[in-house]
């Protein structure tokens, strides 16, 4: 049950807020991820959570429109291409595992985005990650991790 900061050879996930950052370039994330890649010699991870949060927004926008105007459409091609640049970290049998303890333990009535988050923070520790992310929910969530887990957690500006 502990929440810890990244050290410097910690690997990280992208939080869906940081990936849309980036996407954006957003001159912190860029320095952020930057800095990170001159480090580790790669580019941070993604969970399969944080890519269906960011393929939902667009099909949900597609749907609610009826259509989709030219600047979604670059969005999402940019989106794909970012998603395409990083390793996907599947959602298995350890994630579910360490999300039931966690998601069970959480308070009542908390939002969806919330629970997403708790989906991400589950696959980043079934894979030895950290997580980048804007969002201090994930602290909450850290509170409520196995005893043997630490979540690490870098909070990236835009």
């Known amino acids: 049950m502990a929440v810890g900061p990244t050290l410097p050879d910690t690997s990280l996930v992208l939080d869906s807020n940081i990936l849309t950052a980036w996407r954006y370039q957003k001159l912190g994330v860029l320095q952020a991820i930057a800095a990170y890649q001159s480090r580790l010699k790669l580019l941070p991870a ?26 979604t459409k670059q969005d999402r091609i940019r989106t794909e291409q ?31 985005d919330t629970l997403l988050d708790a989906l991400i923070a589950a696959t980043a520790l079934a894979h030895g990650f950290g997580v980048a992310t804007r969002d201090k929910g994930f602290e909450l969530i850290g509170k409520h991790t196995p005893d043997h887990l630490i979540l690490r957690l870098a909070f990236w500006s835009p």
Do not use: H, M, W
């Not at 927004?57 to 749907?63: I, K, M, Q, R, T």
């Not at 966690?102 to 908390?110: A, G």
């Open 82 to 112: 970012l998603i395409k640049s990083c390793d996907v970290l599947s959602f298995n049998q350890a994630s579910a595992e360490i999300a039931a303890y966690i998601i069970t333990r959480l308070p009542k009535n908390i939002p969806k």
């Open 46 to 71: 993604l969970t399969s959570i944080t890519v269906y949060e960011a393929l939902y927004g667009f099909e949900n926008s597609a749907v609610k429109s009826n259509e989709i105007n030219e600047q």
